[in-house]
């Protein structure tokens, strides 16, 4: 009887991923129109929607009971980000549906290999290490691509950035220690002492200071901008307390303060944010093409293929929403918000539900993730925020980026079925506490 | 001439579906989204009342409604009355259901807030399909029809088929019922 009632969702997450897809084909018939090619091509991208489908029902063989909406809405914003790079480069739009092809099989591994979420916690430092290596391998050995040294692999062959793997090592780090240390942590705060329990929050800003020293020699201010933010985040969710939130955010400050008359780079970010048109051909040259795409979508656009991409630079990876608002204007940048929020007010929904704690974290600073890089992406391109490069999760074109955001994607199903399971069964509810 | 200007308009259509199906899936997602965060703000203050030995933490019931019952009243009752079994609303909770309500039961009655149930609870908290209270060997017998906030029978939520006793607290959404077997 159990079985018939829990099906309803089951059918409803199917009927969304179905959606997704004749929304995704229409998106790609009215490119295809546009730039007089054959039609039928846009069944192509069915290859991801259908991608997303079998891997729905893949993971209900189990039979154990899991999130039914974040895949929707994974689908769905794949599927745009393919119409949108098909629009900009039908190659490039081939070789990413590769990549989330490839990013939905490791999601997959990773929700049948990772059978309870806590399983990973013990590998905390592990994950720790291994993201500080690698970004200190590709400091001193990387490959460098617009000015930053931010590949490691071998050319022609397999290339990918570290900095994005490092984002879940870090969450599973950050998850891991708050999760073991938050008890002590909050039990050695006393209450109206400033700073009480610093003694255990301050290994956890030195790691991240030094996290953001190798960014700063990287020159990869994203990644710095995401790395603090997560930091600011955690602090809170350690503490419960908004001192610790405000003083991570005094230090934030601080830091942008002392990035800007310490180095070159921030100084001449901060320069073009503030004033664009002091150089409109040069360093401004980049985020003025992205205003005036925006600016020429207006409220519905201009109708997919009927812009002009081609004028604005890195218009696939970094500068992708602009494309998306000049195209599909004003109603298409707010939609494309829309189901980020989605994305990350489910994963901090699972936060909550989730009944252990490092669950619980975990889920929350991968949702942490997903919402700084929209806003810092997001933020940049629209110019309230200076413009840095950062990937926007699951449409900007990236191989490393679509398969770790499709990673972070099965850590938080894995976390959803473990909160779901507990709750339907009081039995294990009792014995467990972390 | 006349055959672009169709095409023009066919696609100036097809890319405003575009931007209202996006909407539309944004509909009901967050439809969905925020349906289970209801179900969760609502289930989380029952854990500690499922976990407690005593189940203090369901709301008592107003003895007066109980009164009123023939059943529960032997010394207003010289011979026995033949009532049936039946549900009182102890708690409506934000249900649609009145306090002190009766309901009387027949050998398998339905609840939840689909109209096709025996007992329709309006309750935001209450699944469609949500429980089930059945007669078997001569016993009632209560069942959670995989609900998504639970079924609770004393406090303590139903996995199982339990034996409803006279006087049992049965929980479903917000509200509490009081079982009473009656002199069938």
New interface residues.
């Given amino acids: 009887?159990?079985?018939?009632?829990?099906s309803p969702g089951r059918r409803?997450e199917l009927s969304?991923l179905i959606?997704?897809t004749?929304?995704s084909v229409?998106?790609m018939?009215?490119v295809c129109?546009?730039m007089q090619q054959m039609p039928l091509r846009a069944l192509r991208v069915t290859a991801v929607s259908a991608g997303f489908i079998l891997t729905a029902m893949l993971l209900q063989v189990g039979g154990k009971s899991r999130d039914?909406?974040l895949l929707?809405?994974a689908s769905?914003l794949c599927g745009?980000g393919i119409v949108v790079l098909w629009r900009i480069n039908p190659d490039l739009a081939s070789r990413q549906i590769l990549w989330m092809l490839l990013g939905l099989s490791a999601m997959v591994g990773i929700y049948l290999l990772v059978d309870d979420v806590r399983d990973l916690a013990p590998y905390k430092y592990t994950a720790g290490a291994v993201a500080l290596g690698l970004l200190i391998i590709t400091m001193v050995a990387g490959r460098e691509s617009h000015g930053a040294r931010l590949w490691l692999g071998v050319d022609g062959y397999f290339m990918f950035q570290p900095v994005e793997l490092a984002k879940i090592l870090m969450a599973l780090f950050l998850a891991g220690y708050v999760a073991e240390k938050g008890d002590i942590i909050r039990a050695s705060m006393r209450p109206g002492v400033f700073l009480s329990g610093f003694k255990h929050m301050g290994p956890l800003l030195l790691v991240v200071l030094f996290f953001l020293g190798v960014f700063v020699a990287q020159r990869d201010l994203g990644a710095a901008v995401l790395f603090l933010g997560l930091f600011v985040a955690v602090s809170y969710l350690a503490t419960g307390r908004k001192t610790y939130a405000l003083l991570s955010l005094i230090l934030f400050a601080g830091g942008m303060v002392g990035a800007y008359y310490l180095f070159g780079h921030v100084r001449q970010r901060f320069d073009i944010w503030i004033n664009p048109w002091a150089d409109p051909t040069g360093n401004g040259y980049q985020i003025l093409q992205g205003l005036f795409a925006l600016g020429s979508g207006g409220l519905?656009?201009v109708?997919?293929g009927h812009g002009f991409p081609g004028t604005i630079p890195a218009a696939e990876t970094d500068m992708v929403y602009a494309v998306i608002g000049e195209e599909?204007?004003l109603?298409?940048t707010l939609?494309v918000l829309?189901?980020y929020v989605?994305v990350v007010?489910?994963s901090f929904?699972l936060g909550?539900?989730a009944r252990n704690q490092f669950a619980s974290l975990l889920a929350t600073c991968l949702g942490v993730v997903f919402a700084l890089q929209t806003l810092v992406i997001t933020g940049g391109v629209l110019r309230l925020i200076p413009l840095t490069g950062i990937t926007m999760p699951f449409i900007s074109y990236g191989g490393t980026s679509i398969v770790v955001n499709f990673i972070a994607l099965g850590l938080l199903l894995a976390v959803s079925r473990d909160a779901v399971s507990e709750?339907t069964?009081?039995?294990l509810?009792?014995g467990r506490t972390d | 001439m006349a055959l672009g200007m169709a095409f023009g308009i066919i696609?100036?259509v097809?890319?405003?579906?575009?931007?209202g199906?996006?909407?539309?899936?944004?509909y009901?997602?967050?439809k969905?989204?925020f349906a289970?965060?209801g179900s969760?703000a609502r289930?989380a203050p029952q854990?500690p009342a499922?976990?407690a030995p005593v189940p203090a933490a369901q709301p008592t019931l107003v003895p007066s409604p109980a009164a009123t019952l023939p059943g529960t009243v032997p010394a207003f009752a010289p011979a026995p009355v033949r009532t049936r079994a039946s549900l009182l609303v102890g708690d409506a909770g934000e249900s649609s259901l009145s306090q002190g309500e009766t309901i009387e039961l027949t050998a398998a009655v339905t609840i939840g807030r689909a109209d096709d149930n025996g007992v329709v609870v309006k309750d935001k908290f209450c699944?469609g399909?949500h429980a089930l209270i059945f007669l078997q060997g001569g016993q009632r017998l209560l069942?959670d029809?995989?609900?998504t906030n639970g079924t609770f029978h004393n406090g303590?939520?139903v996995?199982t088929d339990v034996a409803l006793r006279d006087g049992d607290r049965v929980g479903i959404g917000t509200a509490v019922f009081e079982y009473h077997a009656g002199t069938q």
């Fill in positions: 009887m159990r079985r018939t009632i829990i409803s969304l959606f997704s004749f929304v229409l998106g018939a009215l129109v546009a039914r909406l929707p809405c769905l745009i519905t656009g109708g997919l599909m204007g109603a298409g939609a829309l189901l989605l007010a489910r929904d909550m539900r709750e069964d009081p039995k509810r009792d | 696609i100036l097809a890319k405003y579906l575009f931007l199906l996006i909407y539309l899936f944004l009901w997602a967050f969905g989204l289970q965060m969760e289930s854990v499922a976990a699944s399909h069942r029809r995989g609900s303590q939520r996995t």
